[in-house]
Structures are given as C-alpha cells and as structure tokens.
T-cell receptor
Framework: DQQVKQNSPSLSVQEGRISILNCDYTNSMFDYFLWYKKYPAEGPTFLISISSIKDKNEDGRFTVFLNKSAKHLSLHIVPSQPGDSAVYFCAAYAGNNRKLIWGLGTSLAVNP | DADVTQTPRNRITKTGKRIMLECSQTKGHDRMYWYRQDPGLGLRLIYYSFDVKDINKGEISDGYSVSRQAQAKFSLSLESAIPNQTALYFC??????????????FGPGTRLTVL
C-alpha cells in the first residue's frame, strides 16, 4: 500500500517554463516532507523540504506547496532548465522512528 | 572526496553466492541506511542503524543481513543471492536535527546483478 504517491511517472516541459511535480499522501501522521532529485548513476540528493506546520517553502527556483486538507504537495521549478532533468522523489516522515517513506518518483525532462 | 562511498559500484554474481556490499562515510553521522531501488518501485528500506549498537529491519529485510562495524561503516550481505535481488542498492547516512528531522545523504549506488 503506497502511502506516498507520485501519480505521474514522467513529465516533459520546455526550458524556461514552469515544472510542477505532484505528490499525494494517505497518512495524516506525516509531519515533514522532502523532495529529492536523482540523476542517472548517482544517489538521490536532497532538494527542499517542508514542515506540516507550513504551507509553502521557497529556495531559489524551487518552491514546495503543502495542502494538508487535500493531503497533497507539489514542487514548482521556475524557470525550468535542462539541468533539472532528473527523477524527483517525494518522501515523508511519520512517527517516532522517523523513517522516510518514499514515493515512486517522477522523471522530469526539460527540453531546450 | 565523496562523503558516502559504496563498494563495489557494479557486481555480477551467480545464484547462491554470498555477496557483501560495503558503505563508508566521512560525515560523522550516527545513522546509516541501506535501500534498494527497482524500476517502478522507488526506494525501499532494507535495514537501518541509528548507532553502532542499533540495527533495525526495514520493510524488505528478508534475504539480507547487515553489520555496523563502526560509526563510519555499514555493510550489507546477501547470504545466498537470488535473481530477484538484482537491483540498485543505495547506502545513506543522516543526523537528527533539533527539529526531529534528518536529511539523508546518499552514496552513488551499487548495481548488483544476480544471474
């Protein structure tokens, strides 16, 4: 049973446009959310995070929005660049053991 | 130098063989993790260790064992490899912050093929 869902396996956008990656979750106990980026032949790297007490967190071109009532978060990349082409994973923390629960990832392709 | 290193980077082995994957970190973190990634299944936690004397099973620990030899070293063993253990394996480390959150830092991965 997938508690963190990334329903779009892939996304293609034009350079300079906005990329929006979506993530839904089912566990209302999740209290912290993270986005990781992964290039081929490399391990995932941390991108941006958000606490459940906030609804927005911004870091340069990357913004994460959290809608707790809808159990939905999204990652916005503006403007998108070819170097952003990667797989993006959504992950969430819950509980005292603080283990990360991962989504399946969305492969983003930014076309020049 | 990389903060989290994994050896080997690629390995091809045969069914029934014993395999050890090694992970070392220079970040000084107490927490270490082993994940596997399969196409369409994302990252799944195999084992994790919050300090040298602490070992915990993840969601898919069957067929695997681990050893935390030191704070900096965490190895994953497949006692008798089988083909469905063919996957990309990642080691990660983390340190708990005051906010109760630990950002995980990943190694480059080991691609294991079991024939």
């Amino acid at each position: 049973d997938q508690q963190v869902k990334q329903n779009s396996p892939s996304l293609s956008v034009q350079e300079g446009r906005i990329s929006i990656l979506n993530c839904d979750y089912t566990n209302s106990m999740f209290d912290y959310f993270l986005w990781y980026k992964k290039y081929p032949a490399e391990g995932p790297t941390f991108l941006i995070s958000i606490s459940s007490i906030k609804d927005k967190n911004e870091d340069g071109r990357f913004t994460v929005f959290l809608n707790k009532s809808a159990k939905h978060l999204s990652l916005h990349i503006v403007p998108s660049q070819p170097g952003d082409s990667a797989v993006y994973f959504c992950a969430a923390y819950a509980g005292n053991n603080r283990k990360l629960i991962w989504g399946l990832g969305t492969s983003l392709a930014v076309n020049p | 130098d990389a903060d989290v290193t994994q050896t080997p980077r690629n390995r091809i082995t045969k069914t029934g063989k014993r395999i050890m994957l090694e992970c070392s970190q220079t970040k000084g973190h107490d927490r270490m993790y082993w994940y596997r990634q399969d196409p369409g299944l994302g990252l799944r936690l195999i084992y994790y260790s919050f300090d040298v004397k602490d070992i915990n099973k993840g969601e898919i620990s069957d067929g695997y064992s681990v050893s935390r030899q030191a704070q900096a070293k965490f190895s994953l063993s497949l006692e008798s490899a089988i083909p469905n253990q063919t996957a990309l394996y990642f080691c990660a480390t983390s340190e708990l912050t005051g906010q109760g959150v630990d950002e995980q830092f990943f190694g480059p991965g080991t691609r294991l093929t079991v024939l």
